[in-house]
């Protein structure tokens, strides 16, 4: 593995000024997710790259190009290989990147229907464009979905590849979303295809967290952790779990390093994510993949420390399960809401720790005991395994290649009819409802800098006013050019430049 590399010594004491968060566990998160494009029913050709480029006439129409930032704060744009992508607006809690995530969702299945108006009037009335909200496309092509995770510039590499990379490798458990390869089901739909752990590479390898140092925000304080390992989810339950659990397990890691102990997570480091990443995705049982761990005697010890032992695997030494992995991650972090709670309760501004942990350890339970069943409704992966295996029941002639249709029918998000029927007879958890959706297709959260950036949007499409934007900057070319600048991703009051550059609209 390439050597990891910062680009900054800066140790948590080493600065005399700071923002007001950085001693603080507030976290900001986003979820970029890109969607794969087919064509169906069509009486002529017609690839994925034109569907995706009639999908954007109408920001082309608007922006003069296929890179935008919306009211909402958000980025919405075509990415390498035809993939419209949509990038969530900051938010400080899970609960509402969630709903940004769904309201991209919104977005993105209006533009394909509109899309697909305008195409059936040159390819045939069958014309039917599919979107997915999936990793893989049928001809075994993979694209992302990356979370984003604002953290202390003083968390190394080294640490988050030894620290997180484990708890992220193994939460898969109950956050992958499943799929029908050509060797059968999966629980992952990434796993096949990353093969190094923390990287900077995106072209010549897949790392499972990208190391390449963009942190939106003020680099000798922050930096901006992109997690490429989660697969992209259907199930609201999934995308706000991994958020959320994340979170903690980050807690944990900034506070050890902040005060120069150790976190306990030292002991899980593996020695091979890859393998294990693999290892994992192909045991439905979820109690016999093999994680190999660089020191097994440290784990046993930590496991012992926090009262993590387990029945799984009993009586081995040189080996662990991922469950026994997740349950030391889940120890660790309850003994520390007992000790340090207070700062971490506060940092999240809508949702409850305690829940979390809760949730969390009630879904470990469930995996430990094999109570697939309770996770049915919340587990994307469980949903589609239990939904395939009772039509092969029904129909024991189910193909294979019928099979992956009703996979790609799950994560089809204009033209699907399987999620949706697991939404309307309350087969799946739904923990944000229609009417937070529809407001988070418009306006951004108001905590976060999203706020300004979305206000200066609204205000200067109104205007007419020529104007271009990023996650950092705002400027105006006409009729004034004035520019303001939003380093500090917490920040949503307006300041003096800002105010200018409004007036100036």
Same mark, same amino acid.
């Given at each position: 593995?390439?050597?990891?590399?910062?680009?900054?010594?800066?140790?948590?004491?080493?600065? %005399?000024?700071r +923002?007001?968060?950085y001693d603080?566990?507030?976290?900001?998160?986003?979820?970029?997710?890109?969607?794969?494009?087919?064509?169906?029913g069509?009486?002529? &050709?017609?690839?994925?790259?034109?569907?995706?480029?009639?999908?954007?006439?109408?920001?082309?129409?608007r922006?003069?190009?296929?890179?935008?930032? @919306?009211?909402?704060?958000?980025?919405?744009y075509?990415?390498?290989?035809?993939?419209?992508?949509?990038?969530?607006?900051?938010?400080?809690?899970?609960?509402?990147?969630?709903?940004q995530?769904?309201?991209?969702?919104?977005?993105?299945?209006?533009?394909?229907?509109?899309?697909?108006?305008?195409?059936?009037?040159?390819?045939?009335?069958?014309?039917?464009?599919?979107?997915?909200?999936?990793?893989?496309?049928?001809?075994?092509?993979?694209?992302?979905c990356?979370?984003?995770?604002?953290?202390?510039?003083?968390?190394?590499?080294?640490?988050i590849?030894?620290?997180?990379?484990?708890?992220?490798? #193994?939460?898969? @458990?109950?956050?992958?979303?499943?799929?029908?390869?050509?060797?059968?089901?999966?629980?992952?739909?990434?796993?096949?295809?990353?093969?190094?752990?923390?990287?900077?590479? %995106?072209?010549?390898?897949?790392?499972?967290?990208?190391?390449?140092?963009?942190?939106?925000?003020?680099?000798?304080?922050?930096?901006?952790?992109?997690?490429?390992?989660?697969?992209?989810?259907?199930?609201?339950?999934?995308?706000?779990?991994?958020?959320?659990?994340?979170?903690?397990?980050?807690?944990?890691?900034?506070?050890?390093?902040?005060?120069?102990? &150790?976190?306990?997570?030292?002991?899980?480091?593996?020695?091979?994510? +890859?393998? +294990?990443?693999?290892?994992?995705?192909?045991? @439905?049982?979820?109690?016999?993949?093999?994680?190999q761990?660089?020191?097994?005697?440290?784990?046993?010890?930590?496991?012992?420390?926090?009262?993590?032992?387990?029945? /799984?695997?009993?009586?081995?030494?040189?080996?662990? %399960?991922?469950?026994?992995?997740?349950?030391?991650?889940?120890?660790?972090?309850?003994r520390?809401?007992? /000790?340090?709670?207070d700062?971490?309760?506060?940092?999240?501004?809508?949702?409850?720790?305690?829940?979390?942990?809760?949730?969390?350890?009630?879904?470990?339970?469930?995996?430990?005991?094999?109570?697939?069943?309770?996770?049915?409704?919340?587990?994307?992966?469980?949903?589609?395994?239990?939904?395939?295996?009772?039509?092969?029941?029904r129909?024991p002639?189910?193909?294979?290649?019928?099979?992956?249709?009703?996979?790609?029918?799950?994560?089809?998000?204009?033209?699907?009819?399987?999620?949706?029927?697991?939404?309307?007879?309350?087969?799946?958890?739904?923990?944000?409802?229609?009417?937070?959706?529809?407001?988070?297709?418009?306006?951004?959260?108001?905590?976060?800098?999203?706020?300004?950036?979305?206000?200066?949007?609204?205000?200067a499409?109104?205007?007419?006013?020529?104007?271009?934007?990023?996650? #950092?900057h705002?400027?105006? %070319?006409?009729?004034?050019?004035?520019?303001?600048?939003?380093?500090?991703?917490?920040?949503?009051?307006?300041?003096?430049?800002y105010?200018?550059?409004?007036?100036?609209?």
């Amino acid at each position: 593995m390439p050597q990891l590399r910062d680009s900054s010594n800066q140790g948590p004491g080493n600065r %005399t000024r700071r +923002s007001p968060e950085y001693d603080s566990f507030a976290r900001i998160f986003g979820i970029e997710t890109e969607h794969g494009v087919s064509v169906t029913g069509a009486n002529q &050709p017609c690839d994925p790259g034109q569907v995706a480029m009639m999908m954007f006439a109408p920001i082309l129409s608007r922006s003069r190009s296929t890179n935008t930032y @919306l009211e909402n704060g958000s980025r919405l744009y075509l990415d390498v290989g035809s993939h419209p992508e949509y990038a969530t607006a900051e938010a400080r809690d899970p609960s509402q990147a969630l709903a940004q995530d769904l309201a991209g969702e919104e977005i993105m299945r209006r533009l394909a229907k509109g899309a697909q108006e305008r195409l059936r009037r040159t390819h045939g009335e069958h014309a039917t464009i599919h979107l997915f909200k999936n990793n893989v496309d049928s001809a075994g092509h993979s694209f992302g979905c990356h979370e984003n995770y604002l953290v202390r510039r003083y968390i190394s590499l080294p640490i988050i590849k030894q620290q997180l990379l484990p708890f992220l490798v #193994t939460r898969q @458990l109950f956050t992958g979303a499943g799929r029908v390869s050509e060797n059968g089901f999966e629980i992952t739909q990434r796993a096949a295809f990353l093969d190094e752990g923390v990287s900077s590479s %995106t072209t010549r390898s897949r790392p499972m967290v990208n190391t390449r140092d963009e942190p939106h925000a003020d680099p000798d304080e922050f930096r901006r952790l992109h997690v490429i390992i989660g697969d992209s989810n259907r199930s609201q339950w999934a995308t706000f779990m991994k958020l959320a659990t994340t979170h903690l397990v980050l807690c944990v890691i900034e506070d050890a390093a902040r005060r120069g102990v &150790p976190s306990g997570f030292e002991a899980c480091g593996l020695t091979d994510p +890859s393998a +294990s990443n693999q290892a994992m995705s192909v045991d @439905l049982s979820c109690g016999e993949s093999v994680m190999q761990l660089e020191d097994i005697e440290a784990f046993r010890t930590m496991q012992r420390k926090f009262g993590a032992e387990t029945t /799984e695997n009993p009586g081995e030494t040189d080996s662990v %399960t991922a469950l026994e992995i997740q349950y030391l991650y889940w120890h660790i972090v309850d003994r520390f809401l007992e /000790e340090h709670g207070d700062g971490v309760v506060n940092s999240l501004p809508q949702t409850s720790c305690r829940d979390i942990l809760n949730e969390w350890k009630r879904t470990l339970d469930a995996l430990s005991e094999r109570d697939f069943d309770s996770l049915s409704d919340r587990v994307d992966w469980v949903a589609k395994y239990q939904l395939l295996t009772q039509m092969k029941r029904r129909n024991p002639s189910l193909s294979q290649v019928q099979a992956r249709e009703i996979d790609l029918n799950y994560h089809d998000i204009v033209n699907g009819s399987i999620y949706p029927s697991l939404m309307k007879h309350g087969l799946m958890k739904e923990l944000v409802g229609d009417d937070t959706v529809a407001q988070a297709l418009n306006n951004p959260p108001e905590d976060t800098r999203a706020a300004l950036r979305g206000g200066f949007i609204r205000q200067a499409l109104h205007s007419g006013a020529s104007f271009s934007c990023d996650w #950092t900057h705002l400027k105006t %070319t006409a009729p004034t050019r004035r520019e303001a600048e939003l380093i500090d991703p917490f920040a949503f009051e307006d300041d003096a430049d800002y105010k200018q550059l409004i007036e100036s609209l």
